[in-house]
T-cell receptor
Framework: GAVVSQHPSWVICKSGTSVKIECRSL??????MFWYRQFPKQSLMLMATSNEGSKATYEQGVEKDKFLINHASLTLSTLTVTSAHPEDSSFYIC?????????????FGPGTRLTVL | GQNIDQPTEMTATEGAIVQINCTYQ??????LFWYQQHAGEAPTFLSY????GLEEKGRFSSFLSRSKGYSYLLLKELQMKDSASYLC???????????FGKGTRLHILP
């Protein structure tokens, strides 16, 4: 149990276009999901915390108008990179907390590699 | 600010033991995590410590000293598949937000 999926696993787009990344908890309900960005050989940088039915909480320095997060249900959160530029090329990873006896674990999706040309 | 320090790289030999240290200075503390991450993949959960002491889980053990802001991950009987990055992470608040260190790339030599 506790499987998180992401779609797509990789995407290549032209500069100026928008890209949507989906994060789904497949076998549990996740009231909280997190979005991270990871550049090569660097650690995960938390971008935002997403709560179902409410606005996402963004970390300092993350543009909320550029990285739109929607958490419409207990099993789905989406990250939309608007007007993507080459510097947005990165590995985007979501995670979800399961609660209950496994409250202390975060389960990560497989990640989405975004390349902006 | 939040600061989590761990060595950038380490090398060890197959079958040996290695200890990866992590020190942290954060505005709050509500648990410390260790994750393993293979290149190009998402992190996988290894351990969680919130109280001082040692938590053992198979070949992996994790230790925490809250007064010293210090933790280590101990890997025994190293296998080639243990070659990966190991991420130390701290949950700062009760709202579940986790801050990650930069990770330690562990190289295992045959």
């Amino acid at each position: 149990g506790a499987v998180v999926s992401q779609h797509p696993s990789w995407v290549i787009c032209k500069s100026g276009t928008s890209v949507k990344i989906e994060c789904r908890s497949l076998d549990f309900q996740a009231t909280t999901m997190f979005w991270y960005r990871q550049f090569p050989k660097q650690s995960l940088m938390l971008m935002a915390t997403s709560n179902e039915g409410s606005k996402a909480t963004y970390e300092q320095g993350v543009e909320k108008d550029k990285f739109l997060i929607n958490h419409a249900s207990l099993t789905l959160s989406t990250l939309t990179v608007t007007s993507a530029h080459p510097e947005d090329s990165s590995f985007y990873i979501c995670s979800a907390t399961i609660g209950g006896k496994r409250l202390n674990e975060q389960f990560f999706g497989p990640g989405t590699r975004l390349t902006v040309l | 600010g939040q600061n989590i320090d761990q060595p950038t790289e380490m090398t060890a030999t197959e079958g040996a033991i290695v200890q990866i240290n992590c020190t942290y200075q954060t505005s709050g503390f509500n648990g410390l995590f260790w994750y393993q991450q293979h290149a190009g993949e998402a992190p996988t959960f290894l351990s969680y410590n919130v109280l001082d002491g040692l938590e053992e889980k198979g070949r992996f053990s994790s230790f925490l000293s809250r007064s010293k802001g210090y933790s280590y991950l101990l890997l025994k009987e190293l296998q080639m598949k243990d070659s990966a990055s190991y991420l130390c992470a701290v949950r700062v608040n009760r709202d579940d937000k986790i801050i990650f260190g930069k990770g330690t790339r562990l190289h295992i030599l045959p």
